[in-house]
Nanobody, 121 residues
Framework: QVQLVESGGGLVQPGGSLRLSCAAS????????MGWYRQVPGKQRELVAI???????NYADSVKGRFTISRVNANNTVYLQMNSLKPEDTAVYYCNVNYIRRRLGTPYNYWGQGTQVTVSS
């Protein structure tokens, strides 16, 4: 019922910037939380940043001050502006949404397909 289209990954030098976007579409009543997670081979997927429909935001300590998450509720899109990128930011970045299909319905979680971010000189 939900489709997520991610874009914006790629290769960037240390200190550079990238902007990820994730657009949600499909059949749902509302999206409460939108966010970004990342994963490197052999490690668990970890939170990068999340934002609620009301604008509450949570960042991983490792990205505070460098990454900025934002969303446009009108078109169900979430962005991740990544500045001052470091080699340790290299990972597959996944968009995640928590949504309901009807008013007061059960929340569901859905993941995007992931986009590779590589920080290297």
């Amino acid at each position: 019922q939900v489709q997520l289209v991610e874009s914006g990954g790629g290769l960037v030098q240390p200190g550079g910037s990238l902007r990820l976007s994730c657009a949600a579409s499909g059949s749902f009543f509302s999206i409460n939380v939108m966010g970004w997670y990342r994963q490197v081979p052999g490690k668990q997927r970890e939170l990068v940043a999340i934002i609620t429909s009301g604008g509450s935001i949570n960042y991983a300590d490792s990205v505070k001050g460098r990454f900025t998450i934002s969303r446009v509720n009108a078109n169900n899109t979430v962005y991740l502006q990544m500045n001052s990128l470091k080699p340790e930011d290299t990972a597959v970045y996944y968009c995640n949404v928590n949504y309901i299909r009807r008013r007061l319905g059960t929340p569901y979680n859905y993941w995007g397909q992931g986009t590779q971010v590589t920080v290297s000189s």
